[in-house]
Every structure is written in structure tokens, then in C-alpha cells.
Nanobody, 119 residues
Framework: QVQLVESGGGLVQPGGSLNLSCAASRSTFRIDDMGWYRQAPGKERELVATITTDGRRNFADDVKGRFAIARDNANNTVYLQMNALKSEDTALYYC?????????????WGQGTLITVSS
């Protein structure tokens, strides 16, 4: 079992910036890809960005150039730097991490942190 603790959500004005972090508890299993997803009111959960253990990144089209993702493998922590925020970025942001063992991989989720972009 892996627990994810997110921090950094809140209210920000359009054009502003926020930084999210997510720390995964220690695990005897291998922590693989880490990333962020979001769910806006009335919409399905969608990918925001992911990062592999060797630093390969993937971004949703609408955040490319505005968001950055990084990770600290030694501390099982993933970060999301969000710049030039828009009202449509308002959502509940979830951290996710893939944890793998000899039996396969499972996806674990954080509890979610709310980002509200509003003037």
C-alpha cells in the first residue's frame, strides 16, 4: 500500500502561478511513473502531466508551455509547477503514481487538492 500526500492547492488569479507537490510514502515496491490528473466540475478526470523515473515527460495539449513537472526519486515526490493559469484550469488536481511488483503494477491516487483560478 502506498499513500500519497498532496499540498499546494488554493485560489489564484488568472495569469498567476501555483506549485503542487505530492509525496509518496515509502514502499517496498518500485515506484514507477508519477503524474497529475484533474477533474473539473461536470467533467471526467483527465491527464495533466506525467513523468517517468528517467525524466521523460508527457503533457496534455492545453497545458504545454504553461505547466512543468519534476520529480525527486530519492524522496518519491512529484511536483507540478503551473504558470499562466486560466479559469479553465480550475479543477480538483490528483496526484497519481504507478507502483510495481513482481505481480504487476497498480495505480495509486492522492486525495486531491482544489485549484481555483478566479479574479
Amino acid at each position: 500500500q502506498v499513500q500519497l500526500v498532496e499540498s499546494g492547492g488554493g485560489l489564484v488569479q488568472p495569469g498567476g502561478s501555483l506549485n503542487l507537490s505530492c509525496a509518496a510514502s515509502r514502499s517496498t515496491f518500485r515506484i514507477d511513473d508519477m503524474g497529475w490528473y484533474r477533474q473539473a466540475p461536470g467533467k471526467e478526470r483527465e491527464l495533466v502531466a506525467t513523468i517517468t523515473t528517467d525524466g521523460r515527460r508527457n503533457f496534455a495539449d492545453d497545458v504545454k508551455g504553461r505547466f512543468a513537472i519534476a520529480r525527486d526519486n530519492a524522496n518519491n515526490t512529484v511536483y507540478l509547477q503551473m504558470n499562466a493559469l486560466k479559469s479553465e484550469d480550475t479543477a480538483l488536481y490528483y496526484c497519481a503514481t504507478e507502483v510495481c511488483s513482481a505481480y504487476g503494477c497498480s495505480l495509486f491516487w492522492g486525495q486531491g487538492t482544489l485549484i481555483t483560478v478566479s479574479s
